[in-house]
């Protein structure tokens, strides 16, 4: 039987047991002659587009994942939670990266994703159609356990699934489960429900909010720049947009300041 915590649970490092963290197998043993389709493209570390470089967030969230097992990027849509998670991500040398929708919310659907992920960051590539997956249990017990190297996991746009039944004893059994050479990191326009004062308070999760995404007077200043507008117009602008960069371009009269992936490293 699968085991069930609460984001209410107190949770310590260390305190999951040994079976949750080994397994005689990796998920691409298995045989793949039915069950869930894997859609490839979701398990793609994104290509976008970005205003300017970021490096006092880049630094700040190479930071979290060196010193927490988890780390929360929290704001709404075209606050910057993607972009500077690809920037530290394609710098690293395995990351297993799943970006989310809705259509996750079914348990079947999310946990072969969430294996195929896995695999994906080790070189492997998912067959068209994986197994249905069985309990939370088995699927973290079976898909950690491919672990070998530092690696960092990305669920991006987790918000979809924060209301799906099986995803409180998903989320604290996984923070129980991640092995000392994995980090995970969660992108969501929300919070997930319950408190995390718990999980902060234990050191087990980083939360970097919207305050810490805004713009600051500095990067607003380059922003300007690269747009041909005087930077001493920065702190006004800054202070009226509240660092959002949607609000910035507004008052920049929307001039694309969008670097192509290509040229942004």
Not at 41 to 52: G, N
Not at 73 to 82: H, V
Not at 240 to 264: C, Y
Request: include cysteine; aromatic fraction near 8%; charge should be neutral.
């Amino acid at each position: 039987m699968a085991m069930t915590f609460s984001l209410h649970e107190s949770i310590a490092p260390g305190t999951y047991e040994a079976s949750v963290c080994s397994a005689p197998e990796r998920l691409s043993q298995r045989p793949t002659n039915s069950g869930v389709r894997i859609r490839v493209q979701k398990l793609q570390i994104p290509s976008v587009e970005v205003p300017i470089r970021r490096p006092r967030l880049e630094k700040l969230l190479a930071k979290s994942l060196d010193t927490f097992p988890a780390t929360l990027i929290s704001g709404r849509a075209g606050t910057g939670k993607t972009s500077v998670a690809v920037a530290v991500a394609k710098d690293l040398p395995r990351v297993a990266w799943y970006s989310i929708d809705s259509t996750d919310r079914s348990w079947a659907v999310f946990a072969g994703h969430f294996a195929a992920s896995l695999e994906t960051a080790y070189g492997e590539t998912p067959d068209g159609l994986v197994p249905t997956p069985s309990s939370v249990e088995t699927v973290l017990t079976e898909s950690l356990a491919g672990i070998a190297d530092p690696t960092l996991i990305v669920l991006d746009d987790v918000h979809h699934i924060f209301d799906a039944s099986w995803f409180d004893e998903f989320f604290n059994l996984l923070l129980r489960s991640l092995p000392e050479n994995a980090q995970l990191l969660l992108l969501s326009r929300t919070k997930p429900p319950g408190p995390l004062w718990r999980l902060r308070s234990k050191a087990m999760l980083n939360v970097i909010d919207e305050k810490i995404l805004a713009f600051d007077t500095a990067e607003t200043a380059t922003l300007l720049e690269s747009l041909e507008i005087p930077a001493k117009l920065a702190e006004v602008i800054q202070s009226t947009s509240f660092g959002r960069i949607s609000k910035i371009l507004q008052f920049t009269g929307n001039k694309s300041p969008f670097i192509p992936p290509s040229l942004s490293s």
